[in-house]
T-cell receptor, first 117, second 119 residues
Framework: AQKITQTQPGMFVQEKEAVTLDCTYDTSDPSYGLFWYKQPSSGEMIFLIYQGSYDQQNATEGRYSLNFQKARKSANLVISASQLGDSAMYFCAMREILNFGNEKLTFGTGTRLTIIP | GAVVSQHPSWVICKSGTSVKIECRSLDFQATTMFWYRQFPKQSLMLMATSNEGSKATYEQGVEKDKFLINHASLTLSTLTVTSAHPEDSSFYIC???????????????FGEGSRLTVL
């Protein structure tokens, strides 16, 4: 069974500062994928970044980067130069391949990030 | 990029009625779609996996007869909450992988979500 853990229920960060959102996972599968999604108050889920378990380099997408430490089973999201619009809930998720090719995406409990002007 | 559209965004219904929520992939075919439920200030919980041409796969604890899922075509999956009760009030959100197989494509596209309120 897999598990996604986000230990920070909420964070307050000054605008323009960098912020790291923690995510640890637990799986016995050799192949898996890790995602970060942003959910603003409107409820939509916005894809931010993806890291495959076999990817050699840490994923980066603009101001977002994923600090992937496979041995520690952590996949922290780093947001550089935070902006007011970054205030939202952030979810870490892991994709697991089940039997017969079925797949499942499991989410962490989320971190509510608030950017302070 | 790929888009998933969900309808309706908001629905209010009386207790005992049934509500249908549609999830459409607009510019790609999705053989698999996922239905999630999210309670206020909580995470997304996978309810079921919708498979085109076959029965949906439900997660443990999710009532199949309560939450009917039909994957009618490669671009449409529907979730019907039957005989809705106030405890079914929640935010329901669907997602689909950007490619048909969904294997490590790197991205799942989510619908806008549907907020159901049962009076």
């Amino acid at each position: 069974a897999q598990k996604i853990t986000q230990t920070q229920p909420g964070m307050f960060v000054q605008e323009k500062e960098a912020v790291t959102l923690d995510c640890t996972y637990d799986t016995s599968d050799p192949s898996y994928g890790l995602f970060w999604y942003k959910q603003p108050s409107s409820g939509e889920m916005i894809f931010l970044i993806y890291q495959g378990s076999y990817d050699q380099q840490n994923a980066t997408e603009g101001r977002y980067s994923l600090n992937f430490q496979k041995a520690r089973k952590s996949a922290n999201l780093v947001i550089s130069a935070s902006q007011l619009g970054d205030s939202a809930m952030y979810f870490c998720a892991m994709r697991e391949i089940l039997n017969f090719g079925n797949e499942k995406l499991t989410f962490g409990t989320g971190t509510r990030l608030t950017i302070i002007p | 990029g790929a888009v998933v559209s969900q309808h309706p965004s908001w629905v209010i219904c009386k207790s005992g009625t049934s509500v249908k929520i549609e999830c459409r992939s607009l510019d790609f075919q999705a053989t698999t779609m996922f239905w999630y439920r999210q309670f206020p200030k909580q995470s997304l919980m996978l309810m079921a996996t919708s498979n085109e041409g076959s029965k949906a796969t439900y997660e443990q604890g999710v009532e199949k007869d309560k939450f009917l899922i039909n994957h009618a075509s490669l671009t449409l999956s529907t979730l019907t909450v039957t005989s809705a009760h106030p405890e079914d009030s929640s935010f329901y959100i669907c997602s689909a992988p950007s490619q048909g197989s969904g294997r490590y494509t790197g991205e799942l596209f989510f619908g806008e979500g549907s907020r159901l309120t049962v009076l």
